[in-house]
C-alpha cells in the first residue's frame, strides 16, 4: 500500500503545480514535459529494470514514433486519436526489428549496438528531410483536438497524466505476471531461465515490442504537446537521460523512473540561459548513480527500510 | 592540367591525412579498451578538448608553440589522472565493468560537451588555429600546404612510436601481455592497476596528439567530438580492442572512404557507412578483424 | 517394449573445433532405473547433459524421451518436455527470494498460480527445506543451494531429472543426507546422475556409464564396474578414488 502512496505522490505533484500555476504558462509547460518523461522512464524501466538491458536506441524509437505521428496528422489528415496509436505501433514494429541484436549481443556489446544504432538513426532524422525536414524540424503541429476543438491547458497535462498513469499500470499488470517473472528470470540468469523452460527470445522481444510501443506513445505525445520536432530531441543523450530518470529514481520499481523523471525533468527549465549546465549536471548524476546509487533513490529507500 | 589526376591525389593526400589522424585517435582508444576494458565514449570529448586547449592557448593567447602544445598535454593529463583516481579505478575489480565504463564515458562526454558549450561556445563557431608554419610543399606539380604535411608525419610518427613502445619497452610489452590475456598477466606478477592506470594516462595522451595534430590541419567545430568517437569506435570494433596495427589499416581504409565519398557526396554517407561497418562486425566477430 | 524405456539416446556426439567431446556415445534409461555416469575431469559427462538437455545442440545422433523424439529442440522446449538439469556449481537466482526461487521452476509450465503456491510449498517440504520462503537465496549455504535448485526442478514435476554432481562441495554428513534424498525420489522421478565421487554412485545407481575422453567405455552394473581394470586404471590414473 505504501508503494501505491508513493506513486500517487508522484504522480499527483506535477498535476498539484498545474492546478496552483494559474496562468503561469512555463510552469504548466515544464509539468507538461517532466509527464511525458514519466512515461519514456517508465517504458524504459520495462528493458532496463526488468529485462536488464540498456536501450540507447529508446529515443531514437520514440522519435520516430513523433515524426510519423505529426506526418499522419499534419499531412495524412489523421486525428491525433488516430494518428497516435499508428505512430506507436510503428515504434514498436521498429522496437521488435532493434531488437535482433539483443538474440547475439549481450551487455556491454548490446548497449554498444545500441549507441551504433541510435547515431545512425540520429543521422537518417537529418538525411530524410522528406519526412523529418531534416535539421530545422517540424513545426506547428497542431494539439490533439477533442469533440471537435482544440484540448487546451491544463486539461491537456491531465490527458498526459492519464497516459502516465495507463503506462504505470501496464507495468505493474505485467510484473505480476508470468510474462514479468519470466523477463526476471532472464535478466538474474539467463541460461538458468532458459534451463528452467523460459524462452529468453520470446519475452525478450515481447518486452521490447511493448516498451517500443510506449516509447512510441510518448514520442508522439511529445510531437503533439511540444508541437515541434527536431532530430535534437531524439538522440543519443536523450536516450541516456531517460536511462538517468530510471536508474537514478530506482531500477525494476514502479515508482523510480517517476520520481527520477520528477526530479530530473524540470531542470533544464529553471537553468535558463545556463542550459550548458544541464549536460553538466545530467552527466555528473549519471557517474555518481552509477557508481554510489545502483540502485536508485527510491530502491536505496527500499533497502534502508529492509535493513531497520 | 588533367582534372581527374589532381582530384585523385587530392584524394590520396587527404585520405591519408585524415586516416593517419584516425589511426591515432583510435590508437588511444584501443589501447585503453583493450587493456583495461574501458570502452572511452569520451574519447571524441578529449580530443576535441585537446584541440580546442591547443587553440586557445596558441592562437588566443598567442603563447609560442613550445608553450602552448607542453600546456595542453599537461592539461590533458591532470584530466586523466583525475579522473582515473576519482571514478575508473573503483570498476577495476569488476569483471564486467565495461558496461559500467560505457554509461560513465557517456556521462563524461555529455559532462564535456555541456563544458565545451558553456566556454568555447561563447567564443566562436569554429576553432582556426594560425598555424605555425605557412607555405606549401610543392609536389610537382601539386601544393600541398606545409601544415598539413607536418601534421600527417607527426601522426605516422605517434603511431609507429607506439607500436614501436608496446614492442620493444618492458612496461609496453606488459601492457601487450595485458590485452591478450588478463589471467595469465596477473599469474606472471603483473600489477594491473598500475598497468591500467598508465594505460590510460598513455591512451589519453595518444588521443591528445590526435587532437593537436587534427587542430593543426583542419578547422574545429564543436561537433567534432561526437562524430569522432563514433568513428574510432566503429575503427576500434572493426580493428579489434588492443591492436594498434588494426587501428591503423582500418583507420587509413576510413580515411580514404571519407575522402572519396566527400568527393561524390556529402561526407555523412561515409560515417553512415561506418556504423554499418561496425554493426556487422559486432554480428559476426565482435573481437575484430585484427584480434589474436 | 518401448513403453519402458524412459530416456533413449542414440549415438550422440558432438565436436568443439577439432576436440571430439562426445563421440557417439548411446545410452538407454528404463523407467525408475537409476543412471549414474562417471568419468574424468574432461571425459565429457557435462556435454552430454548439455546436449541431453538441449544447452548444446548435438551434431549427430538422435533423443528420445518417454518414447518421444525430442529432434533439435531449443532448451527451453527440452525443459517444457520434461527433461530437468541441476548445474555443477549450484545456479540459483541470488537475488531473489526462496519462493520466487522456487516458482520460477514453473515458468515454462501452464499451472495456475494457487497450484503453483501449492507445489511450491510440497517442493520445499519434499526436499526438506525448512526455510523462511520469503527470504532471499542469496543468505543461504551451499547444502541448503543445492536443496532450493532440487526443489526448483521438482516442482515442474519433469520425467527426468539430470543430476550434475549433486554432492560438490558438501560434508560427508551433507553427502549422506543427499543421498538419502535422492533415493526417496527415484520412485517418482528418473534420475540422472553424473558424479566422480564413486561412493554416491555405488549406493544410488542400477547401472553405471563409464565415459572416457568421449567415447562410453562400459555400461554395466556398478559391481561389474568397480571389478573392471580398464575402469580402475582411468580413475587411478587421473587421481580419482
Redesign the interface.
Known amino acids: 500500500m505504501n508503494r501505491a502512496l508513493a506513486i500517487a505522490f508522484v504522480i499527483l505533484a506535477p498535476l498539484v503545480v498545474l492546478f496552483t500555476a494559474g496562468d503561469n504558462q512555463f510552469l504548466v509547460f515544464i509539468v507538461g514535459i517532466t509527464l511525458i518523461h514519466m512515461l519514456l522512464a517508465s517504458g524504459l524501466n520495462l528493458l532496463y529494470g526488468y529485462t536488464g538491458l540498456?536501450p540507447l536506441t529508446y529515443a531514437g524509437i520514440a522519435g520516430i514514433s513523433a515524426y510519423a505521428t505529426a506526418n499522419l496528422s499534419m499531412f495524412g489528415g489523421l486525428s491525433f486519436w488516430l494518428a497516435l496509436p499508428l505512430g506507436s505501433l510503428l515504434a514498436a514494429a521498429v522496437g521488435v526489428l532493434l531488437s535482433l541484436?539483443a538474440i547475439?549481443?549481450r551487455?556491454?556489446?548490446f548497449?554498444?549496438?545500441g549507441?551504433?544504432?541510435q547515431?545512425?538513426m540520429s543521422?537518417a532524422f537529418?538525411?530524410f528531410p522528406r519526412y523529418t525536414n531534416g535539421d530545422t524540424g517540424i513545426a506547428s503541429i497542431p494539439r490533439p483536438t477533442l469533440f471537435g476543438a482544440a484540448l487546451p491547458s491544463p486539461w491537456i497535462e491531465c490527458l498526459l497524466g492519464v497516459f502516465v498513469i495507463a503506462v504505470v499500470g501496464v507495468v505493474w499488470l505485467i510484473m505480476r505476471s508470468?510474462f514479468g517473472?519470466?523477463l526476471?528470470?532472464i535478466r538474474?540468469?539467463e541460461?538458468?531461465?532458459?534451463?528452467?523452460?523460459?524462452?529468453?527470445t520470446l519475452n525478450r522481444t515481447v518486452s521490447f515490442a511493448i516498451a517500443s510501443f510506449i516509447a512510441g506513445i510518448g514520442g508522439g505525445l511529445y510531437a503533439y504537446y511540444v508541437g515541434f520536432v527536431s532530430p535534437r530531441a531524439f538522440d543519443?543523450?536523450v536516450s541516456?537521460n531517460i536511462?538517468l530518470m530510471a536508474a537514478m529514481g530506482g531500477r525494476a520499481t514502479l515508482v523510480g523512473p517517476l520520481l527520477g523523471a520528477l526530479i530530473l525533468a524540470p531542470l533544464p527549465f529553471f537553468l535558463q540561459q545556463?542550459t550548458?549546465?544541464?549536460?553538466?549536471i545530467?552527466?555528473?548524476?549519471?557517474?555518481l548513480v552509477?557508481?554510489y546509487l545502483p540502485s536508485g533513490i527510491y530502491g536505496y529507500l527500499l533497502k534502508r527500510r529492509a535493513r531497520s | 592540367m588533367d582534372e581527374f589526376l589532381l582530384l585523385t591525389v587530392s584524394v590520396i593526400t587527404s585520405g591519408l591525412l585524415v586516416g593517419t589522424i584516425f589511426s591515432v585517435v583510435a590508437a588511444g582508444l584501443s589501447l585503453i579498451h583493450g587493456t583495461i576494458l574501458l570502452p572511452q565514449a569520451a574519447n571524441g570529448q578529449v580530443f576535441l578538448g585537446a584541440g580546442l586547449l591547443f587553440w586557445l592557448f596558441g592562437t588566443t593567447f598567442e603563447w609560442p608553440l613550445w608553450v602552448a602544445v607542453p600546456l595542453t598535454f599537461l592539461a590533458v593529463a591532470a584530466f586523466a589522472f583525475a579522473t582515473e583516481r576519482l571514478v575508473l579505478r573503483h570498476f577495476y575489480p569488476l569483471k564486467d565493468r565495461n558496461i559500467s565504463y560505457l554509461i560513465i564515458t557517456l556521462g563524461l562526454a555529455q559532462i564535456l560537451s555541456g563544458v565545451y558549450t558553456g566556454t568555447f561556445g561563447k567564443m566562436t563557431d569554429t576553432f582556426q588555429i594560425v598555424p605555425p608554419v605557412t607555405g606549401f610543399l610543392v609536389l610537382e606539380p601539386f601544393p600541398i600546404s606545409n601544415a598539413r604535411a607536418i601534421a600527417f608525419a607527426l601522426a605516422a610518427l605517434v603511431l609507429v612510436g607506439l607500436i614501436v613502445f608496446l614492442r620493444m619497452h618492458r612496461i609496453g610489452r606488459a601492457l601487450r601481455a595485458v590485452f591478450q590475456n588478463r589471467d595469465v598477466a596477473r599469474l606472471r606478477g603483473i600489477n594491473t592497476p598500475r598497468i591500467y592506470r598508465f594505460a590510460f594516462l598513455l591512451g589519453t595522451m595518444v588521443t591528445t596528439a590526435g587532437g593537436i595534430l587534427y587542430a593543426l590541419a583542419y578547422a574545429l567545430d564543436l561537433s567534432v567530438g561526437w562524430t569522432m568517437s563514433l568513428i574510432t569506435f566503429a575503427i576500434m570494433i572493426v580493428g579489434g580492442p588492443g591492436s594498434i596495427v588494426g587501428a591503423l589499416c582500418v583507420g587509413l581504409v576510413f580515411g580514404f572512404t571519407q575522402a572519396i565519398v566527400s568527393v561524390i557526396a556529402d561526407p555523412t554517407i561515409a560515417t553512415f557507412a561506418y556504423l554499418l561497418a561496425m554493426l556487422a562486425m559486432l554480428f559476426v566477430r565482435p573481437s575484430g578483424l585484427f584480434a589474436r | 517394449m518401448s513403453g519402458d524405456i524412459l530416456l533413449d539416446a542414440k549415438g550422440v556426439s558432438k565436436r568443439f573445433g577439432g576436440l571430439k567431446a562426445l563421440s557417439d556415445v548411446s545410452v538407454t534409461q528404463r523407467r525408475g532405473e537409476l543412471i549414474g555416469m562417471i568419468g574424468p575431469n574432461g571425459s565429457g559427462k557435462s556435454t552430454f547433459v548439455n546436449v541431453v538437455t538441449g544447452a548444446l545442440r548435438r551434431d549427430t545422433g538422435e533423443i528420445r524421451l518417454d518414447g518421444l523424439d525430442l529432434g533439435a529442440l531449443p532448451q527451453h522446449k527440452m525443459a517444457r518436455a520434461g527433461i530437468a538439469r541441476t548445474f555443477q556449481a549450484v545456479r540459483i537466482f541470488e537475488t531473489l527470494t526462496v519462493r520466487d526461487n522456487v516458482l520460477n521452476g514453473l515458468l515454462g509450465h501452464a499451472v495456475s498460480t494457487t497450484e503453483g503456491e501449492e507445489r511450491m510449498a510440497a517442493a520445499l517440504a519434499r526436499v526438506g527445506l525448512k526455510v523462511d520462503p520469503d527470504a532471499s537465496a542469496s543468505g543461504l549455504g551451499l547444502y541448503d543451494r543445492r536443496r532450493l535448485e532440487f526443489a526448483t526442478r521438482l516442482v515442474a514435476r519433469p520425467k527426468l531429472i539430470m543430476l550434475d554432481e549433486p554432492v560438490g562441495g558438501l560434508n560427508p554428513e551433507e553427502i549422506r543426507a543427499m543421498i538419502a534424498l535422492i533415493q526417496s525420489l527415484r520412485q517418482e522421478f528418473g534420475i540422472f546422475i553424473i558424479e566422480h565421487t564413486m561412493k554416491v554412485i555405488t549406493s544410488l545407481a542400477d547401472r553405471v556409464v563409464v565415459l572416457v575422453n568421449g567415447n562410453k567405455l562400459m555400461d554395466d552394473t556398478p559391481q561389474a564396474v568397480l571389478k573392471d581394470k580398464a575402469v580402475i586404471e582411468t580413475y587411478l590414473g587421473t587421481g580419482h578414488a
Open positions: 540498456i541484436p547475439r549481443l551487455g556491454f556489446y548497449a554498444l549496438s549507441l551504433v544504432i547515431s545512425a543521422i537529418v538525411y508470468r517473472a519470466s526476471i528470470a538474474e540468469d541460461d538458468l531461465a532458459r534451463a528452467l523452460g523460459v524462452s529468453v543519443v543523450l541516456l536511462w545556463y550548458w549546465l544541464k549536460d553538466v545530467y552527466g555528473l548524476a549519471i557517474i552509477t557508481m
